[in-house]
T-cell receptor, first 112, second 115 residues
Framework: NAGVTQTPKFQVLKTGQSMTLQCAQD?????MYWYRQDPGMGLRLIYY???????DKGEVPNGYNVSRLNKREFSLRLESAAPSQTSVYFC???????????FGPGTRLTVL | DAKTTQPNSMESNEEEPVHLPCNHS???????IHWYRQLPSQGPEYVIH???SNVNNRMASLAIAEDRKSSTLILHRATLRDAAVYYCILRDVYMIYNQGGKLIFGQGTELSVKP
């Protein structure tokens, strides 16, 4: 039981490049989330998916898109990366909205 | 959202108890008190949560003041592995579904444990 997995672990992009961060969970959870964490700060919610087939914006959605591919997978896409998107990105899942969230190990992204 | 206030940092000695305080003077009657922690270079992990009564689990205990304006996370015997940032988070049981179930993280308390 791997829990929440994220790929890649590290990524360096140039301004304007695009990429997709992958997240998968094997706990049969309905809800999934994407957060970002900037140095010295707490996590902020980017997007979430309350259940398969639904996605909604969090508090910092600008510059990102998401896809809930199936119940297991929730991807985060940066269409045109900017230096302000340099951050650590965490994916999380929970049985339902409002339940305990389980986090992945994070993806460390640097945009030059 | 009701706010929480935590000390920026605390130190502890290994194998001694640690009491991590959290103030939440504007807590509402429907706010649950949650604690998560984040070990270095890892994602946050759930520790414990409660509403009014003290709670215990295998990781920690949560002591909630009678007026619920403050709470304390208790690690009974700190180990080096407990060195982490500890976040005290309030979650309104009625607002959760309007906010997408998001966790609102503050700055947290950075706990260091000395051997």
């Amino acid at each position: 039981n791997a829990g929440v997995t994220q790929t890649p672990k590290f990524q360096v992009l140039k301004t304007g490049q695009s990429m997709t961060l992958q997240c998968a969970q094997d706990m049969n959870h309905n809800s999934m989330y994407w957060y970002r964490q900037d140095p010295g700060m707490g996590l902020r919610l980017i997007y979430y998916s309350a259940s398969e087939g639904t996605t909604d914006k969090g508090e910092v959605p600008n510059g990102y898109n998401v896809s809930r591919l199936n119940k297991r997978e929730f991807s985060l896409r940066l269409e045109s990366a900017a230096p302000s998107q340099t951050s650590v990105y965490f994916c999380a899942s929970s049985v339902q909205e409002g339940d305990t969230q389980y986090f992945g190990p994070g993806t460390r992204l640097t945009v030059l | 959202d009701a706010k929480t206030t935590q000390p920026n940092s605390m130190e502890s000695n290994e194998e001694e108890p640690v009491h991590l305080p959290c103030n939440h003077s504007t807590i509402s009657g429907t706010d649950y008190i949650h604690w998560y922690r984040q070990l270095p270079s890892q994602g946050p992990e759930y520790v414990i949560h409660g509403l009014t009564s003290n709670v215990n689990n295998r990781m920690a205990s949560l002591a909630i003041a009678e007026d619920r304006k403050s709470s304390t996370l208790i690690l009974h015997r700190a180990t080096l592995r407990d060195a982490a940032v500890y976040y005290c988070i309030l979650r309104d049981v009625y607002m959760i579904y309007n906010q997408g179930g998001k966790l609102i993280f503050g700055q947290g308390t950075e706990l260091s444990v000395k051997p």
